[in-house]
Protein backbone atom coordinates (compact mmCIF):
# COMPACT_ATOMS: atom_id res chain seq x y z
CA UNK A 1 0.00 0.00 0.00
CA UNK A 2 1.03 3.55 -0.92
CA UNK A 3 0.46 6.00 1.62
CA UNK A 4 0.16 9.70 0.56
CA UNK A 5 0.95 12.33 3.25
CA UNK A 6 0.12 15.76 1.49
CA UNK A 7 2.44 18.72 3.52
CA UNK A 8 1.53 21.25 0.95
CA UNK A 9 -2.01 21.00 2.22
CA UNK A 10 -1.26 22.87 5.26
CA UNK A 11 2.01 24.82 4.28
CA UNK A 12 3.45 23.78 8.05
CA UNK A 13 7.09 25.49 8.95
CA UNK A 14 9.82 22.80 8.26
CA UNK A 15 10.07 21.85 11.47
CA UNK A 16 6.63 20.76 11.69
CA UNK A 17 5.93 19.22 8.20
CA UNK A 18 9.52 16.90 9.42
CA UNK A 19 7.52 15.76 12.52
CA UNK A 20 4.76 14.75 9.96
CA UNK A 21 6.75 12.61 8.31
CA UNK A 22 8.39 10.96 11.33
CA UNK A 23 5.25 9.90 12.62
CA UNK A 24 4.41 8.56 9.19
CA UNK A 25 7.55 6.73 8.97
CA UNK A 26 6.90 5.31 12.38
CA UNK A 27 3.55 4.44 11.70
CA UNK A 28 4.18 2.79 8.36
CA UNK A 29 5.14 -0.98 9.42
CA UNK A 30 2.13 -1.12 11.70
CA UNK A 31 -0.10 0.18 8.91
CA UNK A 32 1.16 -2.19 6.24
CA UNK A 33 2.88 0.61 4.00
CA UNK A 34 4.99 -0.56 1.59
CA UNK A 35 5.74 3.36 0.93
CA UNK A 36 4.40 7.10 1.84
CA UNK A 37 4.61 9.51 -1.00
CA UNK A 38 5.55 12.87 0.74
CA UNK A 39 4.04 15.78 -1.39
CA UNK A 40 5.81 18.93 -0.11
CA UNK A 41 5.80 21.02 -3.64
CA UNK A 42 9.04 22.45 -4.81
CA UNK A 43 9.63 25.53 -3.48
CA UNK A 44 8.86 29.34 -5.25
CA UNK A 45 12.52 29.91 -6.40
CA UNK A 46 12.88 26.76 -8.21
CA UNK A 47 15.77 25.24 -6.80
CA UNK A 48 13.73 23.36 -4.33
CA UNK A 49 12.03 24.25 -0.89
CA UNK A 50 13.14 24.25 2.64
CA UNK A 51 10.89 21.39 3.35
CA UNK A 52 12.43 19.10 0.34
CA UNK A 53 15.98 19.84 1.56
CA UNK A 54 15.59 18.86 4.79
CA UNK A 55 13.64 16.16 4.22
CA UNK A 56 15.86 14.54 2.05
CA UNK A 57 18.57 15.36 4.68
CA UNK A 58 17.01 13.26 7.13
CA UNK A 59 16.12 10.46 4.65
CA UNK A 60 19.69 10.27 4.01
CA UNK A 61 20.37 9.88 7.39
CA UNK A 62 16.92 7.38 8.28
CA UNK A 63 18.68 5.05 5.34
CA UNK A 64 21.99 4.59 7.19
CA UNK A 65 20.03 3.91 10.54
CA UNK A 66 18.06 1.33 9.21
CA UNK A 67 14.97 3.41 9.61
CA UNK A 68 13.52 2.88 6.13
CA UNK A 69 14.74 1.01 3.33
CA UNK A 70 15.69 4.18 0.85
CA UNK A 71 14.12 7.00 -0.72
CA UNK A 72 14.10 9.06 -4.06
CA UNK A 73 12.55 12.45 -5.65
CA UNK A 74 9.35 13.00 -7.70
CA UNK A 75 11.66 13.25 -10.45
CA UNK A 76 13.21 9.66 -10.74
CA UNK A 77 9.41 8.26 -9.76
CA UNK A 78 9.02 6.18 -13.11
CA UNK A 79 8.93 2.70 -14.55
CA UNK A 80 12.82 2.80 -15.91
CA UNK A 81 14.22 3.57 -12.11
CA UNK A 82 15.59 0.49 -10.22
CA UNK A 83 13.86 2.10 -7.07
CA UNK A 84 10.52 2.48 -8.22
CA UNK A 85 10.21 -0.97 -9.99
CA UNK A 86 11.74 -2.41 -6.79
CA UNK A 87 8.89 -1.14 -4.87
CA UNK A 88 6.06 -1.71 -7.93
CA UNK A 89 7.51 -5.42 -7.81
CA UNK A 90 7.09 -5.69 -4.25
CA UNK A 91 3.81 -4.41 -3.79
CA UNK A 92 1.55 -5.34 -6.40
CA UNK A 93 -1.54 -3.10 -5.11
CA UNK A 94 0.26 0.36 -5.90
CA UNK A 95 -0.77 2.38 -8.45
CA UNK A 96 -0.23 6.27 -8.38
CA UNK A 97 -1.58 9.17 -11.27
CA UNK A 98 2.19 10.62 -10.26
CA UNK A 99 4.26 7.80 -11.68
CA UNK A 100 5.78 8.53 -14.97
CA UNK A 101 5.31 12.25 -14.37
CA UNK A 102 8.79 13.29 -13.16
CA UNK A 103 7.75 15.65 -10.29
CA UNK A 104 10.42 17.38 -8.16
CA UNK A 105 7.73 18.71 -5.34
CA UNK A 106 7.11 14.84 -4.25
CA UNK A 107 9.24 12.46 -2.44
CA UNK A 108 8.79 8.54 -1.73
CA UNK A 109 10.25 6.90 0.72
CA UNK A 110 10.30 2.99 0.84
CA UNK A 111 9.51 1.56 4.19
CA UNK A 112 11.58 -1.82 5.42
Same mark, same amino acid.
Given at each position: ?????N? =??F?? %???? *??A?V??? +????????V %? *?? !??L?GY????R?G *??LL??R?????Y?K?? =? +?????G?? %?????? !? !???Y?L??D !???F??D?N =???PG +?T???? =?
Open positions: MLKVLL =KESP %SVDI *AINEIA +IENAEREG %S *AI !KVHGSHGG *AIELKILRQKQG =K +IYDFFGE %SWDIFN !K !KTLLNR !KTIDEL =KSN +IIIII =K
